[in-house]
C-alpha cells in the first residue's frame, strides 16, 4: 500500500502561483502512475494532471494546459504539482493519487487508482 500525504495548499489571489507536493512512501513506485486530482463543493473528482513515475510522461486535463506543471522527483518519491495563474474556478480540495495502470486503464477517472492522499484546500479569491 503507497502512503500519500499533499501539503501545499492555501489561498491565493486570482494570477497567483502555488505549488503542491505529494509525498509518497510505503513501497517503491516503479511502474506507478501519479495523478492529481480536484473536487469543488457538490461537484465530480476532476482528473488534473498525471504522470508516470518511471518514464516521466505528463497528462493535462485542457483547462490546466500552459498553466499547471506535474513533475516528479524520484530520489525524493515526491510529485508536484506547480501551478500558475491561478483562477477562481481552480478553487477546490486537491488530492494525490497513485495507481498501477495497465493497458487500457482510464487514467483520468479515480477509479483507476488506488491509493489517495487526504487533500489539501486551494482558494483563489478575486
Known amino acids: 500500500q503507497v502512503q500519500l500525504e499533499e501539503s501545499g495548499g492555501g489561498l491565493v489571489q486570482a494570477g497567483g502561483s502555488l505549488r503542491l507536493s505529494c509525498a509518497a512512501s510505503g513501497r517503491t513506485f516503479s511502474g506507478y502512475f501519479m495523478g492529481w486530482f480536484r473536487q469543488a463543493p457538490g461537484k465530480e473528482r476532476e482528473f488534473v494532471a498525471g504522470?508516470?513515475?518511471?518514464?516521466?510522461?505528463?497528462v493535462y486535463v485542457d483547462s490546466v494546459k500552459g498553466r499547471f506543471t506535474i513533475s516528479a522527483d524520484n530520489a525524493k518519491n515526491t510529485v508536484y504539482l506547480q501551478m500558475n495563474s491561478l483562477k477562481p474556478e481552480d478553487t477546490a480540495v486537491y488530492y494525490c493519487?497513485?495507481?498501477?495502470?495497465?493497458?487500457?486503464?482510464?487514467?483520468?477517472?479515480?477509479?483507476?487508482?488506488?491509493?489517495w492522499g487526504q487533500g489539501t484546500q486551494i482558494t483563489v479569491s478575486t
Open positions: 493519487a497513485a495507481g498501477r495502470l495497465s493497458v487500457g486503464s482510464n487514467y483520468q477517472s479515480p477509479d483507476a487508482y488506488d491509493s
Open positions: 504522470i508516470s513515475w518511471s518514464g516521466g510522461n505528463t
